[in-house]
């Protein structure tokens, strides 16, 4: 492979090669996580491909037969002459040919005016550029250099590419936070949040909790932490994804740094690089790495370290677009079933899957298309746009006229020179719009009090703002919200609104005049339509409308008292308590007297229903889950969602249970509800009077239920008794192990899985010393209070009330 080296070129090959065996034995170090904050040289480069051109930052790919002009834009001061090497390399274990490396002198005049053209031959796979001083056999010593390792310079051109691209992503994110603080700081929250989903940045969310003035510091330090890993990113440097290389990069993004912290894959592709090319060096020469962010046709240089003139000398290696088939934006809508409005003039289509798509020009002249009538394509322009969070249409040239009401469009765009329709969205045109109120808000405008009403139409995604006008009067402002696609939800005050018609006022995106809606405004008086109440309760049911306005009840001469008013299914429902067991007989016929607040008396006749069944708790056992957990809970009061309850219940009314009888155990708002039989073996008799209920909550409710539960009886007919508290169902973190440093001063470090479901944890059990678990915690390790010996104290997310203990082995500190 070699063979045609001087003796010399034979030594530098195999410095080389031992310096490449020495390189899995190499420990990471924090130093070597550069930054490339040093400007470098510039190159101006644009790519033709069958007549088309395009600069290099639209250039995703290299094809074979891709005529690529490259121009060194130095300064005519320039004092040391660079020679610009361009070389074609076709992987790890084909060295190139001596004729796939092309030579121009920077100093030359034809070449500083007019650059070169290179052809990318067949089989060609990787494009490097090499920035060197002028040497005497300086060419010849490089090209065999590369020809004697190519593998060393093959992984040098895939993570010059992996970490240009990552680095676009945090230079786009950057640059938006800086900007906008200085700008608008009260956009700064909303801004960062859609751009660390478009670019897959990790946002510290506690940054949002300082001052104005200090968030966007907060948001920018630790930037070698920011940029998350993206599966797009990767396929673009298609040998990135499997082998060695990508084990490396792996296995460097989840080393812990000392002080916490992890290494992104950013910073695992930079230390990764920065191990090889600085174990390659000669007694000429040594390689610096160069990241190359374009700008139009303008290659901008980014050094990690300041290039050298005298022995060794540097050579500046720069990573080009990878010789490959394009690896198209996997964008997809994240939302498939919204829907959009075409005369929005913030359209903003949401996108995920392709940071890449927000941070670089590779992608580039968007259009939504939308098919018009008569079977034409319409095609509104559209842009990327990262602190919008998605992709943002120009509808201004839109004729609504040309189509359809509900139209699906469809997003295209060109990767570098290549075409490609990304995902689709439901779109509405408002040309003429009928707005409808809901049935279920049918006569629900009623004045003297605040109400909602609900508009339904096509088009209600279009509403702009909506305002309410009575009579004579000037329009009044009203708070509104999309409720669904085709609905509104609106708020309209009518406490001291006459009864009447009123206009709704809806102004949708585009239109000089608001579209009205009149509604009719009722005054009404209370209505009752039923009282519901059983032999031997104390607070009974009166269903109607209005019934604010109810202000005493008085059954058979026992006065019940207005308990609780709320609105069910578009009636008022008035809960009433009785001070004492009201005296009633199971069928009996009663005549209630309802006392409104203007003075009326309204009569409504009601039948006493029979009485309903009714339990106590006798006792209950709470058992953990067989998997031991390091968390001890504090009181028999907590149930872990995996562990189970045992409870003994006593049957009052009746006095005897059927075996027929059910306990019904169910969360406050009854998302979660199981009922427990003999039948299934969940119910079992101790004797006539007293039986056992076993529950197991995850396998009843799953592993999304939490909070407080209760039970009741619900007897043989059906009746249901009331509710009794029995539990509160609490979710329990997976805590590993405690390490600590050597420095009593210093926290330890937590490690677990679902520590998301911790509230905070102290050293104390009075929690003077905790540290708050954030919402949203995703990680799998957190800093903490050295523990008192091996025990630590938590609360629980779902019960904060509560201190618990954690006993869990403290280990030292990996080093």
Same mark, same amino acid.
């Given at each position: 492979?070699?063979?045609?080296i001087?003796?010399?070129?034979?030594?530098?090959?195999?410095?080389?090669?031992?310096?490449?065996?020495?390189?899995?034995?190499?420990?990471?170090a924090?130093?070597?996580?550069?930054?490339?904050?040093?400007?470098?040289?510039?190159?101006e480069?644009?790519?033709?491909?069958s007549?088309?051109?395009?600069?290099?930052?639209?250039?995703?790919?290299?094809?074979? =037969?891709?005529?690529?002009?490259?121009?060194?834009?130095?300064?005519?001061?320039?004092?040391?002459?660079?020679?610009?090497?361009?070389?074609?390399?076709?992987?790890?274990?084909?060295?190139?040919?001596?004729?796939?490396?092309?030579?121009? $002198?920077?100093?030359?005049?034809?070449?500083?005016?007019?650059?070169?053209?290179?052809?990318?031959?067949a #089989?060609?796979q990787?494009?490097?550029?090499?920035?060197?001083?002028?040497?005497?056999?300086?060419?010849?010593?490089?090209?065999?250099?590369?020809?004697?390792?190519?593998?060393?310079?093959?992984?040098?051109?895939?993570?010059?590419?992996? !970490?240009?691209?990552?680095?676009?992503?945090l230079?786009?994110?950057?640059?938006?936070?800086?900007?906008?603080?200085?700008?608008?700081?009260?956009?700064?929250?909303?801004?960062?949040?859609?751009?660390a989903?478009?670019?897959?940045?990790?946002?510290?969310?506690?940054?949002?909790?300082?001052?104005?003035?200090?968030?966007a510091?907060?948001?920018?330090? @630790?930037?070698?932490?920011?940029?998350?890993?993206?599966?797009?990113?990767?396929?673009?440097?298609?040998?990135?994804?499997?082998?060695?290389?990508? *084990?490396? &990069?792996g296995?460097?993004?989840t080393?812990?740094?000392?002080?916490?912290?992890?290494?992104?894959?950013?910073v695992?592709?930079?230390?990764?690089?920065?191990?090889?090319?600085?174990?390659?060096?000669?007694? #000429?020469?040594?390689?610096?790495?160069?990241?190359?962010?374009?700008?139009?046709?303008?290659?901008?240089?980014h050094?990690? @370290?300041?290039?050298?003139?005298?022995?060794?000398?540097?050579?500046?290696?720069?990573?080009?677009?990878?010789?490959?088939?394009?690896?198209?934006?996997?964008?997809?809508?994240?939302?498939?079933?919204?829907v959009?409005?075409?005369?929005?003039?913030?359209?903003?289509?949401p996108?995920?899957?392709?940071?890449?798509?927000?941070?670089?020009?590779?992608?580039?002249?968007?259009?939504?298309?939308?098919?018009?009538? =008569?079977?034409?394509?319409?095609?509104?322009?559209?842009?990327?746009?990262?602190?919008?969070?998605g992709?943002?249409?120009?509808?201004?040239k839109?004729?609504?006229?040309?189509?359809?009401?509900?139209?699906? =469009?469809?997003?295209?765009?060109?990767?570098?020179?290549?075409?490609? /329709?990304?995902?689709?969205?439901?779109?509405?045109?408002?040309?003429?719009v *009928?707005?409808?109120?809901?049935?279920?808000?049918?006569?629900?405008?009623?004045?003297?009090?605040?109400?909602?009403?609900?508009?339904?139409?096509?088009?209600?995604?279009?509403?702009?703002?909506?305002?309410?006008?009575?009579?004579?009067?000037?329009?009044?402002?009203?708070?509104?919200?999309?409720?669904?696609n085709?609905?509104? #939800?609106?708020? &309209?005050?009518?406490?001291?609104?006459?009864?009447?018609?009123?206009?709704l006022?809806?102004?949708r995106?585009?239109?000089?005049?608001?579209?009205?809606?009149?509604?009719q405004?009722?005054? $009404? /008086?209370a209505?009752?339509? *039923?009282?519901?109440?059983?032999?031997?309760?104390?607070?009974?049911?009166? #269903?109607?409308t209005?019934?604010?306005?109810?202000?005493?009840?008085?059954?058979?001469?026992?006065?019940?008292?207005?308990?609780?008013?709320?609105?069910?299914?578009?009636?008022?429902?008035?809960?009433l /308590?009785?001070?004492?067991?009201?005296?009633f007989?199971?069928?009996?016929?009663?005549?209630?007297?309802?006392?409104?607040?203007?003075?009326?008396?309204?009569?409504?006749?009601?039948?006493?229903?029979?009485?309903?069944?009714?339990?106590?708790l006798?006792?209950?056992?709470?058992?953990?889950?067989s998997?031991?957990?390091?968390?001890?809970?504090?009181?028999?009061?907590?149930?872990p969602?995996?562990?189970?309850?045992?409870?003994?219940?006593?049957?009052?009314?009746?006095?005897?249970?059927?075996?027929?009888?059910?306990?019904?155990v169910?969360?406050?708002?009854? !998302?979660?509800?199981?009922?427990?039989?003999? !039948?299934?073996?969940?119910?079992v008799?101790?004797?006539?009077e007293?039986?056992?209920?076993?529950?197991?909550?995850?396998?009843?409710?799953g592993?999304?239920?939490?909070?407080?539960?209760?039970?009741?009886? &619900?007897?043989?007919?059906?009746?249901?008794?009331?509710?009794?508290?029995?539990?509160?169902?609490?979710?329990?973190?997976?805590?590993k192990? &405690?390490?600590?440093?050597?420095?009593?001063?210093?926290?330890?470090?937590?490690? =677990?899985?679902?520590?998301?479901?911790?509230?905070?944890?102290?050293?104390?059990?009075?929690?003077?010393?905790?540290?708050?678990?954030?919402?949203?915690?995703?990680?799998?390790?957190?800093?903490?209070?050295?523990?008192?010996?091996?025990?630590?104290?938590?609360?629980?997310?779902?019960?904060?009330?509560?201190?618990?203990?954690?006993?869990?082995?403290?280990?030292?500190?990996?080093?």
């Amino acid at each position: 492979m070699i063979g045609d080296i001087s003796i010399v070129q034979k030594i530098a090959a195999r410095t080389i090669l031992v310096g490449l065996a020495t390189l899995g034995a190499t420990h990471t170090a924090r130093g070597e996580a550069a930054t490339f904050d040093l400007t470098g040289p510039r190159v101006e480069m644009k790519v033709s491909r069958s007549g088309k051109s395009l600069p290099i930052s639209e250039t995703a790919n290299f094809q074979p =037969g891709d005529r690529i002009w490259i121009h060194p834009d130095l300064p005519e001061s320039q004092s040391v002459r660079y020679l610009m090497i361009v070389a074609f390399l076709r992987g790890s274990t084909n060295p190139p040919p001596e004729d796939w490396f092309t030579r121009a $002198e920077t100093w030359n005049k034809k070449v500083r005016q007019e650059g070169i053209m290179v052809t990318v031959p067949a #089989e060609a796979q990787q494009v490097l550029v090499f920035l060197a001083p002028e040497t005497t056999g300086g060419f010849s010593t490089l090209r065999t250099a590369v020809r004697a390792v190519p593998g060393v310079f093959v992984r040098a051109s895939q993570d010059l590419n992996q !970490a240009g691209l990552y680095r676009s992503r945090l230079e786009k994110y950057l640059s938006v936070v800086r900007e906008t603080s200085d700008t608008d700081p009260k956009e700064l929250r909303e801004r960062s949040v859609q751009m660390a989903k478009t670019l897959g940045i990790r946002l510290d969310q506690q940054c949002f909790d300082r001052p104005v003035e200090q968030q966007a510091s907060c948001l920018t330090q @630790n930037t070698d932490r920011l940029v998350l890993d993206d599966g797009h990113s990767q396929s673009v440097v298609a040998a990135m994804t499997t082998g060695p290389s990508s *084990d490396l &990069i792996g296995a460097i993004s989840t080393t812990p740094m000392a002080g916490g912290g992890f290494y992104s894959a950013y910073v695992g592709a930079v230390v990764d690089l920065a191990r090889l090319l600085g174990n390659i060096h000669t007694a #000429e020469f040594q390689y610096i790495p160069a990241l190359a962010m374009p700008d139009g046709e303008q290659l901008n240089l980014h050094l990690n @370290n300041p290039p050298s003139f005298r022995n060794p000398k540097s050579v500046i290696v720069v990573g080009l677009p990878a010789v490959e088939a394009p690896q198209l934006p996997p964008l997809r809508n994240p939302s498939v079933d919204q829907v959009f409005c075409l005369q929005n003039p913030s359209l903003v289509l949401p996108v995920e899957g392709a940071p890449l798509v927000f941070s670089t020009d590779i992608a580039h002249d968007f259009v939504l298309s939308l098919p018009a009538k =008569g079977g034409k394509q319409v095609e509104l322009p559209a842009k990327a746009d990262a602190a919008r969070g998605g992709i943002v249409v120009d509808a201004r040239k839109a004729e609504a006229a040309e189509l359809d009401t509900q139209v699906v =469009g469809t997003l295209r765009g060109n990767w570098g020179f290549e075409t490609f /329709a990304g995902p689709s969205f439901h779109i509405r045109n408002a040309q003429r719009v *009928d707005w409808t109120v809901a049935a279920k808000d049918q006569g629900a405008l009623i004045v003297g009090r605040d109400d909602t009403l609900h508009l339904e139409s096509m088009c209600a995604v279009c509403a702009e703002k909506v305002s309410l006008k009575m009579g004579d009067t000037s329009e009044s402002k009203l708070n509104w919200k999309s409720s669904g696609n085709n609905e509104l #939800e609106i708020h &309209i005050p009518m406490k001291d609104a006459p009864a009447g018609q009123v206009k709704l006022l809806v102004q949708r995106f585009g239109q000089a005049h608001p579209d009205e809606v009149t509604v009719q405004a009722f005054s $009404e /008086a209370a209505k009752l339509d *039923d009282f519901t109440i059983s032999v031997g309760d104390k607070q009974g049911v009166l #269903e109607g409308t209005r019934l604010d306005e109810v202000k005493s009840f008085e059954l058979n001469g026992i006065d019940f008292a207005p308990a609780k008013l709320a609105r069910a299914d578009r009636k008022d429902v008035l809960y009433l /308590a009785a001070p004492e067991t009201a005296s009633f007989r199971a069928e009996q016929n009663l005549v209630a007297r309802v006392g409104l607040k203007d003075g009326r008396v309204l009569n409504l006749q009601t039948t006493v229903r029979p009485a309903r069944p009714r339990v106590s708790l006798v006792s209950k056992s709470v058992l953990a889950s067989s998997s031991t957990s390091a968390i001890r809970l504090a009181n028999q009061d907590m149930l872990p969602q995996d562990g189970r309850i045992s409870f003994f219940v006593k049957s009052e009314l009746p006095e005897k249970f059927s075996h027929s009888e059910k306990i019904e155990v169910a969360s406050e708002d009854e !998302a979660f509800r199981v009922t427990l039989s003999v !039948a299934d073996g969940t119910l079992v008799m101790q004797d006539t009077e007293t039986a056992l209920a076993i529950l197991e909550p995850l396998k009843s409710f799953g592993p999304s239920a939490f909070g407080a539960l209760r039970f009741r009886a &619900i007897s043989e007919e059906g009746g249901k008794g009331d509710w009794i508290p029995l539990v509160k169902l609490v979710r329990l973190p997976t805590l590993k192990e &405690i390490r600590c440093p050597d420095s009593p001063d210093k926290q330890c470090r937590l490690s =677990g899985s679902n520590l998301f479901l911790l509230e905070s944890v102290a050293s104390d059990p009075q929690f003077a010393h905790n540290v708050p678990v954030p919402a949203g915690f995703a990680d799998t390790s957190l800093n903490v209070p050295r523990p008192n010996g091996t025990i630590l104290y938590v609360k629980l997310r779902d019960e904060p009330a509560a201190g618990n203990m954690a006993v869990l082995p403290v280990l030292p500190e990996d080093r």
